[in-house]
């Protein structure tokens, strides 16, 4: 008989531990640095190297900022900021770089048909080698404010599909 009672108390002390951790929310802002690190929370005191760490830290609707003027492109050939998602990445405090990368757009907006994306504050370079500054497969709208696309091999600024409604 004390064994059977013993048991459901065990499983009740026991099930706190054995629960799933809770999913982390993402931040409505979200911060990179030119020290900054990605294992970092991509905080405002702790900020990313990368746009796509801080982009993947922060909310649809969100708002990637810099601290300090720095490249937070991937880094290495090949290694495209990618967005996914409705959000305004704005780096008007110093120059925010993306460099070139090699067969691929320097910046890729692939996100939903209601997705609108900002990017604001941006010094786009291809270098001489870069094929595409920004390439937009799919969005509701992009808006380039106040950036610089420069030194690409062909077309700064590509179309591949976007709905009707992009271009009211």
Known sequence: MRKRALSPVILALALPFLAASPAQALDARTWVSSTGDDANPCSRTAPC???NAAIAAVAAG???NCLDAGNFGSGGPGAQVTITKSITISCEAGTAGIGATLNQASILVN????DVVTLRGLDIDGQAVGNLGIYVEFARAVHVEKCTIRNFRFALFRRAYLPSHFFR
């Open 111 to 114: 996100a939903s048909a209601t």
């Open 49 to 51: 190297r990368t746009f």
């Open 62 to 64: 969100g708002e990637v």
